[in-house]
């Protein structure tokens, strides 16, 4: 090899070096290969080798050896192992002595390239017999080829030895190549026998000598190495970065083995981090690659990390058949690849449902493993073999690849290990949750992201099963954060609904069969929610519905209550603070909060209302908000204990009001029954809407039902103030602290106190205002303007926007930071002209409120007036349309009805400036209505939502959406799938 890059630009173009460099033509020739294969010209290196071969004498041994060991080079350069052996087995007869030794090393070299591993050991063992040379340089490249012999052999500790030997010899000769090459050996023999750290440091003492002799090849080479080494124990960034510059070197060198090597490690890591595609498409040009080079042991590398990409992703039918072709062409010597591949066939075998062979598949895997001392494929065998064992003996073989991988610094195996135990059937609930979360914190610093994924919902699972609602919500949040590919959205979405399945089915009853009888269902809810007064009702044609049945309250309380309550004419009532609509209540009667089901037709039917004492707690830890969603879910599935068929679910067009928002729409119904579950909490919450559609009272609603209720909502316009002001409203300033600050003056975070905080327009927040409010979420310390004292909160943060802050965050004007800190639990607000059944519903209501508060007598809204308005598209919102309702009713005479000319010239304008609907626009605007139902439905998952509507493609889909005007962005929204 080249010494140095000094003669590379007098020797470009074929130009002999400068007289003195050199004394005759065949050292030209040599030195000009050496400079050609020092820059990756393999192919001109050979040539100018060949020639000073060519003109070498007979006698001239050192020389001779020196060019076949060189022309050796460029054939192994070029991906031509066996026409390199060939040629080293043409000459090998014209050596003798220590010569020959030395071409025996060489040819046991190649013989390993091939896969011949046993006449490699038989040719070593030739060169021994030759006898010791006496020359230091030579006795150690001789020593360090057998231990790589004897490495694929797997006689590791023999291996170490020779290596140790080559070593030595290079320190003692001053041979810095053959020390940086035994240091390279000694690392992948202490990977193999899972010494990850010793290997480590080897390797990297390696990388430093190659760097110090400017040797790039071989540096590509160590680099590749290291990051195997880093990717096993878990330090997937920092092998990320080695095998990216290995792949820029071997690139620039035209190095075509390390190419495909680093390709190979590179597709894993890829995989690991979550990017399929680019762990494809790395993957398939690598296999294509392989295929050409006479290397079966690389080949069959690639195919098995193809196969795993392909088991990964779902494929198992086609990842078994090539993992079972691999099985059957690894040769009888390369154990170190045979483990290997039968963990990965195991996999496949399970994912095929083909228990039985995956177990077989696993123990022979793990007894090769162990007889090879591969500690790291043993546990991974171990796993499977957990997966596939029956339960009483799964526990015994997870704790010992958890062992096993603990004491080998794997981390990565470790956590995906952790994450297999708490799936299993012998795992309790709380070891399985300590088992996820211990996993997640090694995903996150591993940079795991497809496991942190599968990971967050197997937590958000274990979560519900102890009733722990919110954070298994939260798990879902991040985990949708995370995800990149359609394969874990649907992950996330299934989740999802197992999640809000098993919340409406946590308190249900046993299986004996729902009670029959109303003091049956009665007896439920106060013994299993903790509800202290119900009222039973029933309605007619002509009045209010009178109280039938009482049980904890007062007949006149009640009565008051129903009448409050039916005048509310909607579906379903949820009010956290009872005193917000009746003012009376006497002692005995003093309820917290209530919740009331309407069943039956509007104008008759049955009312049956919940109350509950104030500041009830539930048994099972949660509050008040969360038992009377539960409890909801409870009377919905035993309506027939009314004798009634008709329900909630059977009526999906009734109108329900939480949080004082009122509506029939199926999404942001979905939407208003989550926020008790929401409350309870005490994760940052983002609302998104347009302006007008009611963010602010959803703020309210959250912080109403939640266990902050009795401390302070103190809310912010963060678009009302400019920059400095915002600062010192927000955390206040000490005296002095700027012109005009004459004393101590309380930031808004300080009065919210306990309480909850409510940042409205946070979008408008300048970016130093986005740095100190991180601080404050992620600390929960501030720091008043001038002040160098911090001081703890203990707030809630709730937020709203009417921007896309994600499309923020990618252009630089808001903190990615901040807006995943204020993200934890996203509430999208669907706009007004997404709910047209909403516009004829909130007109009549607003109606009724403007009458009563004007003192006018306004009959009703015309015909052609509603049409108008259900016509227009309202880009104000739910707030335009009260405004235009409040000015008709201004407008209207007494006794008046509201007509078209009443209303605002945008209003009417869109019917008046275009012709009467057609039957084209009207299959437009009911095909729209459809399509999107569908879409939030599914959570806007297209081919789950084109299945939904029949006979139609995920790309009709798409090409429909556009075409009807249809956000092909995903609509976030929470709470139960409407």
Known sequence: MLESYRFRACF?????????????????????????????????????????????????????????????????????????????????????????????????????????????ARVCEEAQEQGAGGDLEKDARLYLVLGHVLARLCRWQQAVVCLEQAATFGRMCGDLTTRGNAFNNLGIVHKNLCRFRESATFLARAVRIARQQSDDASLAVRLLNLATTLFKTGEIEKAHRAVLECQRIATTLNLARTMVQASICRARIEMVKGDWDSARAVMEAALADS????????????????????????DFTKARQMLEECVDAVSLHAKDVDAELKTRLAAAYIGLGQRKKAGLCAEAAARIAEGTGDLYEAGRALRLMAVTAPSEASSEYISRAERVFDRIGARLELAITLHTRSRLKATDPKQAVACLERAIRMFKKCSARKHLVRALCSLALAYEKGLEHEKALTCLAEAGKRSSDLRERKLISDTRLKVDLSFSNTFTADSAGPPVTVEAVVSLLRSRFGVRSVVLARGDHKGPPSVVRVW???????????????????????CSNVSDIMDSQSPGDRLGSLLAVRFGSNNGGA?????WPPDRVSAHGGTEPHLMVAAYYEIAH??????????????????????????????????????PRIAEGSASVLIEGETGTGKELIARAIHAMSPRRHKPLVVQNCAALPEQLLETELFGHK????????????GLLEIAEGGTFFLDEVGEVSAPTQAKMLRAIETHEIRRVGDTVSRTIDVRFLSATNKNLEEEVEAGRFRGDLYYRLNVVSVSLPPLRERTGDVELLASIFLDRFTKSTGKRVEAISDGAMRAMVGYDWPGNVRQLENEVEKAVTMVGPGGVITPDLLS????????????????????MVERRRILAALRRCGWNKTHAARLLGDLSRPALVAKMKRLGIPLKPVTGVGPTA
Not at 101 to 120: H, M, N, P, S
Not at 607 to 611: D, I, K, M, P, S
């Open 735 to 746: 005296a002095g602290a700027f012109t005009g600050a004459r004393g101590e003056k309380k």
């Open 638 to 675: 035993r309506l027939s204990a009314f004798e009634t068929a008709a329900g909630p679910a059977r009526f999906p067009n009734q109108p329900i009001c939480v949080g004082g928002m009122i509506t029939a729409d199926r999404c942001l119904k979905s939407i208003l029954l989550s926020l």
């Open 291 to 314: 295929a050409g080079r006479e290397d079966p042991r690389l080949c069959l590398i690639a195919r098995e990390t193809l196969a795993d990409l392909l088991t990964a992703q779902g």
């Open 905 to 924: 010239a945008c209003v009417t304008g869109e019917i008046k400036d275009r012709r009467p609907l057609g039957l084209r626009d009207e299959l437009r």
């Open 12 to 120: 470009q173009g074929g130009q002999y070096p400068r007289e003195g460099d050199v004394d005759d033509k065949s050292g030209k020739d040599a030195k000009l290969g050496d400079l050609y294969l020092a820059v990756g010209n393999a192919s001109e290196a050979l040539a100018y080798y060949k020639k000073a071969l060519a003109v070498i004498g007979e006698d001239d041994d050192e020389a001779r050896l020196d060019a076949v060991v060189k022309v050796s080079a460029c054939l192994r350069r070029q991906s031509q192992s066996q026409g390199a052996l060939s040629f080293v087995e043409s000459v090998l007869g014209s050596f003798t002595g220590r010569y020959k030794r030395d071409l025996l090393a060489e040819k046991a070299t190649l013989l390993c390239l091939v896969g011949r591993y046993g006449e490699a």
């Open 607 to 611: 009312l049956l209302v919940a109350g």
């Open 552 to 574: 904890g309250i007062s007949q006149g309380a009640a009565a008051e209550l129903v009448q409050i309550v039916a005048s509310r004419d909607v579906n379903l009532l949820i």
